[in-house]
């Protein structure tokens, strides 16, 4: 009972003080950023990101450990010093650039590879769920789908801050198009938004309940997380994957989106059998992108081995 009670005042505490107190600090700094030039913008965040390993280290040494595992012929400590260094440079800077994601198309930031296999998508007449990445500033993919007037919307999960979903929705907000957050009922609006012929933004590395669900770097294939649901999501809809993601082209707000072809998942009459096989056809795919920018994938600092 006390626990209980206990627990109920911590959210109460959180909900009433914290988060209002955090989140009014945290719109200041979105809008004052607004008012600086693009790369100022994005080098205050860069500043402000190099402190963050000081507030979570528990984050700083899951990150040091992923990069040592996974490159381990760069894992000496000054490399991996380096690395996880460029990485919260590249959060602090994707949070900061939040404030100017309605200039950067329009100021020529953006480089695209790859737009044929979008046009090859588009000319089959079938709905695509575009699977995006967390690397670079992942907010790049939707704004050139919105750039290119792609019809659909992006799926996103809300910070658990209320105050913080407020300002990733005013960022979104200005740039145009829709967007879904992750809610008990939007699975059936997203599958309505397919069905309707238009087309989904769903990132694919999440992290949820604990678990960052991919890629899955070695250990066994699960059919939960996000690949599973695009994949449900793709056989329920006749929908193609267009896999997509941008990188940040050095230390600046300048980036490159590359889109992969599109992929015409297995289906036959096992369907279970068919989505692990999809499952692990993409992570396959997604692997050694991540591996090779893994100092700018935001997961890196919550992805833990199931050792």
């Keep these: 009972m006390f626990s209980g009670k206990a627990a109920l005042r911590q959210r109460a505490i959180r909900y009433w003080l914290r988060d209002p107190s955090v989140g009014i600090l945290n719109i200041g700094i979105h809008y004052g ?8 913008c994005s080098a205050v965040g860069a500043a402000l990101g190099a402190f963050a390993k000081y507030r979570f ?4 040494a899951r990150a040091r450990k992923l990069w040592t595992r996974l ?4 894992s000496d400590q000054a490399t991996a010093d380096a ?18 994601l309605d200039r950067l198309w329009s100021d020529g930031r953006i480089a695209i590879a790859g737009k044929d296999n979008l046009d090859a998508a588009m000319a089959s007449g079938r709905p695509f769920i575009v699977t995006g990445l967390h690397l670079g500033n992942w907010e790049v993919v939707g704004l050139v789908m919105l750039a290119l007037r792609i019809p659909g919307v992006s799926v996103s999960m809300p910070p658990d801050n209320r105050f913080d979903v407020f300002i990733a929705n005013r960022a979104r907000d200005r740039i145009g198009g829709g967007y879904l957050l992750v809610d008990s009922r939007s699975g059936f609006a997203i599958a309505k938004v397919l069905r309707s012929g238009r087309n989904v933004l769903l990132y694919i590395d999440e992290l949820a309940r604990g678990r960052v669900w991919a890629p899955a770097f070695g250990r066994a294939q699960r059919r939960q997380g996000n690949i599973a649901y695009a994949v449900r999501l793709a056989r329920m809809t006749n929908a193609l994957i267009v896999p997509a993601y941008s990188v940040r082209v050095g230390e600046q707000a300048r980036f490159k989106m590359t889109l992969l072809p599109p992929l015409d998942l297995i289906k036959t009459d096992d369907e279970d059998a068919d989505v692990m096989a999809n ?3 993409i992570d396959r795919l997604i692997d ?19 050792d």
Excluded at 33 to 40: Q, V
């Design 33 to 40: 950023l607004r008012l600086l030039p693009i790369d100022t």
């Design 57 to 60: 280290p528990e984050s700083d």
């Design 71 to 74: 490159r381990p012929g760069e």
């Design 83 to 100: 690395a996880v260094r460029r990485l919260w440079r590249n959060v602090g800077r994707t949070m900061a650039e939040f404030s100017v």
């Design 279 to 281: 499952i692990a056809t």
């Design 288 to 306: 050694p992108v991540i591996r090779a920018h893994l100092d700018q994938w935001f997961f890196g600092l919550d992805f833990e081995f199931e």
